[in-house]
């Protein structure tokens, strides 16, 4: 047996399967979209975030001591031997000068000064290259005291003067350090010892 449906009937069926078929789609698609706009801005946030973080790996990091150091133009002191007069040779294969030391060539002042980070490093720096003969507080051993107001040369009052001191050497024990330490650590060495200095200053005996 065979069935036959009417014309009318069969378009009103049709027409209720495709109503039904758009309005799944379009639900769907309601219901999704949210989801996806969120899945994309997430995406994008850590793409955004991806992108600033590999900026910020891409700069030079600087230590926490580092300090913007200007360079002054014009040309460099003439530093010269305490003890013999000599200028003073700065090849001492120890590398190129940092900022600082570019810096400290053209005023004579040094930079690591009141820095607190430098100074302790200096003393680290003390420590060990200096502290045999000077004392482990520059109180004096072999070498002469460095914390109290006596100079055994004058000039060391002065940064200058004391760098060329230290670089070139001066009398008896206290040979050159050139080559020995750089002029970068000298500077923190310096920054250290000056530090003593800002304090009260006990009285040479």
Avoid at 105 to 118: H, I, L, Q
Avoid at 160 to 181: R, S, V
Wanted: hydrophobic share 35%.
């Amino acid at each position: 047996m065979i069935c036959r449906l009417k014309p009318n009937v069969v378009k009103s069926n049709l027409l209720s399967v495709l109503c039904a078929a758009m309005m799944t789609t379009f639900l769907t698609a309601c219901h999704a979209s949210p989801q996806a706009e969120k899945a994309n801005v997430s995406t994008d946030t850590r793409s955004e975030n991806v992108k600033v973080a590999a900026a910020n790996a891409a700069q030079p990091v600087e230590a926490a001591a580092e300090e913007k150091i200007v360079i002054d133009l014009g040309p460099d002191l003439e530093f010269r031997g305490t003890i013999s007069g000599d200028v003073l040779d700065f090849n001492d294969g120890k590398g190129e000068d940092t900022p600082a030391v570019t810096q400290f060539k053209k005023t004579g002042e040094n930079p690591y000064n009141g820095n607190k980070a430098r100074v302790e490093a200096g003393y680290t720096i003390f420590s060990t290259a200096c502290s045999g003969c000077h004392g482990h507080l520059a109180e004096g051993k072999l070498g002469p005291a460095l914390a109290d107001d006596y100079w055994t040369y004058p000039g060391n009052k002065k940064d200058k003067g004391l760098f060329e001191t230290i670089y070139g050497g001066g009398q008896g024990m206290m040979g050159p350090q050139k080559g020995l330490i750089s002029k970068d650590e000298i500077l923190h060495v310096m920054s250290w010892i000056r530090s003593l200095q800002n304090k009260d200053m006990k009285p040479a005996h």
